[in-house]
């Protein structure tokens, strides 16, 4: 059964069905009045299942009557009403067309005048011949509307403008709730957005997600965090070229850090997402998301095609670098405020937070969390004395410090880590340094960073009371020169950490601003 069929059923009863009655006939009547757009006059979301022909299902057809010129109180289904409903629906694929490719900008490839058989020409052709165009030819129909509506049109192209136009027109024969209802947004983003007070919960199949409401936005903490799966998934991170030791490195830091399917479009920033909270970046300015997501796309491209590409979402390639860049978005970059808000919608949030329990963009995030390193540990402009970053500390134990304290603060790192060197008197050839001296400098630096700064480090202490913890236990090592980022990268000569093999250090500007986390209970 269906509506098209119900509605031809009930125009063949020889008695016209009123007002009270009760059967399966009524439950599809009411489905074909749902989607033509009457959802909120048949109380839907508390009235769905019933077919019963009550008070909403004739205060829905009265509304449908007086849009369609027709006398009726909608407390009996005359063969005038019927024949109009079955009218309407029959149309209603026709303009579904329309308004999906509204909705998905893709007007200009529904309509081709050069192919008469074409299915969205003939959409729009019934459309056109329902309001009275009944030239022969659709493009001359067309271009008389355009014309009637003072909208321009240049003879072939079926822009959005006149889209939009004629969906006009033929609304105003349907229910004031067509264009809001769910549906449509499961057929353009294959999710379903419900309400739950000022909260909204996405599904898509088995997946669903309460995003909290806040501020101009939404958020969820997440829940798959980085140790439960770098716990069971450490291969899928070493096949990343990532060492043990880094990996052991990022589970000292993972209680301190944010969850791998944490998000976040509350701010300022439109959408921060995953472990470091990457974000599209603040105003017109550029962000980390857009590194993030160029990793996943060269690391797992079917993981990216799956979560994003397909959704219209890619990376500016000729904008980004390793740390920050654009993201693209149905092929426009997204520069502007007002094209970066279009990743705010709990719809498109979803997809992150579906990519984030991915294990194959779980293992890309570990691996891009690392390569933060990149920006400041092996940089010459943050040298100290002439020492690299990477020739001070080079215990596990250490680069977890400093990778924490980077994530919170990254520009308070090189001059804690100065005025620990000077605080010790340190001043032997770093060559002949050992474990007990790096512990020195990282025990002062450690007092430092509790206090340094107009706004010191957040939770200094007990953050660094956590990674102190993973060395405990035994999970890291505080031996000098433990540390090593590539799983197939070599030492110097001189035995200090090395950067990947493709580390440039022009694609790592020194960034200056801290990600934040999301504290919201």
């Known amino acids: 059964m269906s509506v098209a069929q119900t509605l031809n059923q009930l125009a063949a009863a020889t008695t016209p069905v009123q007002a009270g009655t009760k059967n399966f006939s009524i439950k599809w009547l009411r489905q074909g009045l749902y989607e033509m757009g009457f959802d909120k006059t048949l109380a839907w979301d508390t009235n769905a299942p019933e077919g019963a022909y009550d008070d909403a299902t004739a205060n829905a057809l009265k509304k449908f009557a007086a849009k369609n010129q027709i006398q009726s109180d909608g407390k009996t289904l005359s063969p005038e009403l019927l024949r109009k409903l079955t009218e309407r629906y029959d149309l209603l694929q026709s303009l579904e067309q329309v308004h999906r490719a509204i909705l998905l900008e893709e007007t200009e490839q529904l309509y081709d005048p050069a192919d ?41 192209t079926f822009n959005i403008e006149l889209a ?31 309400a739950k007070g000022s909260d909204v919960i996405v599904a898509s199949g088995d997946k669903k997600v309460l995003f909290k409401k806040a501020k101009a936005g939404y958020y969820t903490v997440g829940n798959q965090t980085i140790k439960a799966f770098l716990e069971s998934n450490r291969n899928e991170v070493r096949g990343l ?17 944010g969850n791998l399917d944490a998000i976040n479009t509350y701010d300022n920033a439109f959408i921060s997402f995953g472990a470091f909270q990457w974000t599209l ?9 857009a590194a993030l997501l160029q990793k996943i796309k060269k690391f797992q491209p079917a993981a990216f095609q799956e979560y994003f590409g397909q959704y219209g979402i890619d990376v500016d390639h000729a904008s980004t670098n390793a740390t920050y860049g654009f993201l693209s978005f149905r092929g426009n970059k997204v520069v502007d405020p007002a094209d970066k808000d279009l990743f705010r919608p709990p719809h498109r949030a979803f997809r992150f937070w579906l990519a984030g329990h991915d294990d194959r963009v779980k293992a890309v995030q570990i691996e891009h969390a690392l390569s933060r390193l990149n920006t400041f540990y092996w940089k010459p402009q943050l040298a100290i004395n002439g020492l690299l970053l990477a020739q001070i500390i080079t215990s596990q134990y250490g680069v977890a410090l400093l990778l924490d304290n980077h994530v919170n603060r990254p520009a308070y790192v090189k001059p804690c880590i100065e005025r620990a060197i000077t605080a010790i008197g340190l001043d032997k050839p770093v060559q002949t340094w050992t474990t007990e001296d790096e512990l020195k400098i990282i025990e002062a630096y450690l007092k430092i960073r509790e206090v340094y700064g107009a706004t010191p480090m957040t939770h200094a202490r007990k953050r660094a009371d956590v990674t102190k913890k993973y060395l405990t236990q035994g999970v890291i090592s505080a031996d ?16 200090f950490p090395t ?15 801290g990600n934040k986390m999301i504290t919201y209970a």
């Open 499 to 513: 950067p990947p093999a493709d580390y440039d250090t022009n694609d790592y500007p020194i960034m200056t601003k």
């Open 480 to 495: 000098r020169n433990s540390f090593k980022f590539s799983a197939t990268g070599e030492r110097s000569l001189n035995s």
């Open 116 to 156: 008469a058989t074409h299915g969205g020409t003939l959409a729009v052709d019934r459309l056109l011949r329902e309001l009275g165009f009944l030239q022969p030819h659709t493009n001359d129909a067309l271009t008389e509307f355009a014309k009637l509506e003072n909208i321009a049109f240049d003879g072939k």
């Open 241 to 257: 070229n990532v060492s043990d030791a880094a990996i052991n490195t990022m589970i000292a830091v993972s209680e301190n850090e």
């Open 281 to 289: 970046g603040t105003g017109s300015a550029s962000g980390e998301l």
């Open 164 to 194: 939009k136009g004629l969906r006009a027109c033929l609304l105003y024969f349907y229910g004031d709730d067509f264009l809001n209802l769910t549906w449509f947004e499961r057929l353009t983003t294959g999710t379903l957005t419900t």
